[in-house]
């Protein structure tokens, strides 16, 4: 099989060829077919994450080795399964849950396996979707997407099951409460959809980019502000003339973080994404006084991304905005180059020519 792995040692991205699995067990392989290309890959391809003043995270730290095959938006045809698979057959177009955990601990017990402290991640730990094959390990993680535009479907594991187990942590809200979402990427965008979908009136999208805002405001954001490197509480109340109850913010720097909190409003909920790196500094008493909610949302679990597809299904989910590229090394390369110069609007999914 053929791998476009990243090297990080010179943040390279190259073929690799190596033997193709056999699946044991209750393993899946899969020919890929549909591989979406994540905004977090591009810090997996520098080899390390910002965490503001305490320095940087390395790859290393997060279990993972000096190069790794990204990728965790998958869409592929099963080809081959191990001897204890019941429900998944050759010929089956799945969806992969690539967020997984030891399965042992308390957390992957209870459901909760992106919340495990020794992470397995298809795309991380484990070899993903920059590839023409994938090895998932049980047909548990395997979801059908009959009916769906498999690369949309793609989109969902990822970009699409971060923004919906984000608004799960500040729902429920009355359909006219403000939520704010900064970011109007494709992760932004995607929650902004959900919200329309689950009939949500009152979003307001926060972007740098003026196109990001009009594919937000497409998806049914009610409001939109251009920020700049300026902004501000002030700024953002200058425009807007109020707070949010909730804001989902898929930055999550330095700047949108204190924005954030000094703009949410008494009793508030900020539910923070982006892996942007930077740091808050919070006044404790503020913190109390004002009654503010601050939580992490890391991705999503198997039972939300089970959700998320069959809200897919209902079709009341408008899908979101995709660009196309080869599923190949020069595809894979050009697709993170594009993203990190913010070339991009919505999200890119690479198609083989299998
Ligand atoms: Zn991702
Ligand atoms: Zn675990």
Same mark, same amino acid.
């Given at each position: 099989?053929?791998?476009?792995?990243?090297?990080?040692?010179?943040?390279?991205?190259?073929?690799?060829?190596?033997?193709?699995?056999?699946?044991?067990?209750?393993?899946?392989?899969?020919?890929?077919?549909?591989?979406?290309?994540?905004?977090?890959?591009?810090?997996?391809?520098?080899?390390?994450?910002?965490?503001?003043?305490?320095?940087?995270?390395?790859?290393? =730290?997060? #279990?993972? @080795?000096? %190069?790794?095959?990204?990728?965790?938006?998958?869409? +592929?045809?099963?080809?081959?399964?191990?001897? *204890?698979?019941?429900?998944?057959?050759?010929?089956?177009?799945?969806?992969?849950?690539?967020?997984?955990?030891?399965?042992?601990?308390?957390?992957?017990?209870?459901?909760?396996?992106?919340?495990?402290?020794?992470?397995?991640?298809?795309?991380?730990?484990?070899?993903?979707?920059?590839?023409?094959?994938?090895?998932?390990?049980?047909?548990?993680?395997?979801?059908?997407?009959?009916?769906?535009?498999?690369?949309?479907?793609?989109?969902?594991?990822?970009?699409?099951?971060?923004?919906?187990?984000?608004?799960?942590?500040?729902?429920?809200?009355?359909?006219?409460?403000?939520?704010?979402?900064?970011? =109007?990427? #494709?992760? @932004?965008? %995607?929650?902004?959809?959900?919200?329309?979908?689950? +009939?949500?009136?009152?979003?307001?999208?926060? *972007?740098?980019?003026?196109?990001?805002?009009?594919?937000?405001?497409?998806?049914?954001?009610?409001?939109?502000?251009?920020?700049?490197?300026?902004?501000?509480?002030?700024?953002?109340?200058?425009?807007?003339?109020?707070?949010?109850?909730?804001?989902?913010?898929?930055?999550?720097?330095?700047?949108?973080?204190?924005?954030?909190?000094?703009?949410?409003?008494?009793?508030?909920?900020?539910?923070?994404?982006?892996?942007?790196?930077?740091?808050?500094?919070?006044?404790?008493?503020?913190?109390?006084?004002?009654?503010?909610?601050?939580?992490?949302?890391?991705?999503?679990?198997?039972?939300?991304?089970?959700?998320?597809?069959?809200?897919?299904?209902?079709?009341?989910?408008?899908?979101?905005?995709?660009?196309?590229?080869?599923?190949?090394? *020069?595809?894979?390369?050009?697709?993170?180059?594009?993203?990190?110069?913010?070339?991009?609007?919505?999200?890119?999914?690479?198609?083989?020519?299998?």
């Amino acid at each position: 099989m053929k791998s476009f792995a990243a090297f990080t040692a010179d943040q390279s991205i190259r073929e690799v060829e190596s033997e193709t699995p056999s699946p044991a067990g209750k393993e899946v392989l899969l020919r890929i077919t549909h591989s979406g290309v994540c905004h977090s890959d591009i810090h997996a391809r520098q080899g390390h994450f910002d965490l503001g003043s305490r320095g940087k995270m390395s790859l290393a =730290a997060r #279990g993972m @080795g000096e %190069s790794i095959v990204m990728g965790h938006e998958i869409v +592929g045809e099963v080809v081959a399964v191990g001897g *204890d698979v019941v429900d998944k057959k050759v010929g089956d177009r799945l969806l992969v849950y690539p967020w997984l955990g030891c399965g042992e601990c308390t957390r992957c017990l209870d459901g909760r396996e992106n919340a495990c402290t020794r992470s397995r991640t298809i795309g991380g730990q484990l070899p993903g979707g920059y590839a023409d094959h994938v090895l998932v390990p049980n047909e548990k993680y395997l979801l059908d997407i009959n009916g769906l535009d498999p690369s949309w479907a793609a989109t969902l594991a990822c970009s699409g099951v971060t923004s919906f187990s984000a608004i799960n942590k500040v729902l429920p809200l009355p359909p006219e409460a403000p939520i704010a979402v900064i970011g =109007a990427g #494709g992760v @932004g965008l %995607s929650a902004i959809a959900i919200l329309t979908a689950m +009939g949500h009136r009152n979003t307001i999208a926060l *972007d740098l980019n003026t196109a990001n805002l009009e594919l937000a405001a497409a998806a049914g954001a009610t409001h939109t502000f251009l920020m700049d490197s300026e902004s501000s509480r002030a700024t953002v109340v200058d425009a807007l003339g109020f707070s949010p109850d909730a804001i989902i913010d898929f930055v999550n720097n330095s700047q949108t973080s204190t924005l954030g909190f000094d703009w949410i409003v008494k009793g508030g909920i900020m539910v923070q994404v982006g892996l942007f790196g930077g740091e808050l500094v919070v006044p404790t008493t503020l913190l109390a006084m004002k009654m503010i909610t601050l939580r992490g949302s890391f991705v999503g679990n198997l039972g939300e991304l089970t959700e998320l597809v069959e809200l897919a299904k209902s079709g009341q989910l408008p899908q979101a905005p995709v660009s196309f590229g080869p599923l190949s090394e *020069d595809g894979v390369r050009n697709a993170l180059d594009a993203l990190e110069a913010r070339l991009v609007s919505g999200r890119v999914v690479l198609v083989a020519n299998n």
